[in-house]
């Protein structure tokens, strides 16, 4: 792991949580959705077949752990997980909390709109919340 470097651009739209195993988990400073993503600590990892059987495996549990606080920490209605990578190549997952009359329901989140930035309050909020539930 040790030449794992994060995209600047996940850097720069993400507040890191903590470290699960494989994946940082980060949260979009986007505060109109509960939305964290996952991001495996390998280096050169565009697509989910570039990681090996066992990091597939490992990306697999972490997914449903941190969806499952999402859930939690949101009392959401449905969590969207994807992962896309037409901006940003290096592989993250996005993990989106969603609830019919949010912003973009029933649409993708990705490209609606301006991001939202947290306060300080509700970004600490969030994330008690989140890692509470993890």
Known sequence: MSDFVLDPRLE?????LMNL??????????SRWPWVLLVPQ???????????PLDQTMLTFET????????????CRKVNIGALGNQVRQFHLHIIARNEGDPAWPG???GH???TPWTAKARTDVTERLLEAL
């Open 42 to 52: 390998r280096s050169g990892i565009i697509e989910v077949f570039d990681m090996t």
């Open 64 to 75: 449903a752990i941190a969806a499952k606080a999402v859930k939690q920490a949101s009392d």
């Open 113 to 115: 709109g301006q991001a």
């Open 21 to 30: 195993g494989l994946c940082q988990l980060r949260l979009m400073e986007d």
């Open 108 to 110: 993708p989140v990705w």
């Open 12 to 16: 720069r739209d993400t507040t890191f």
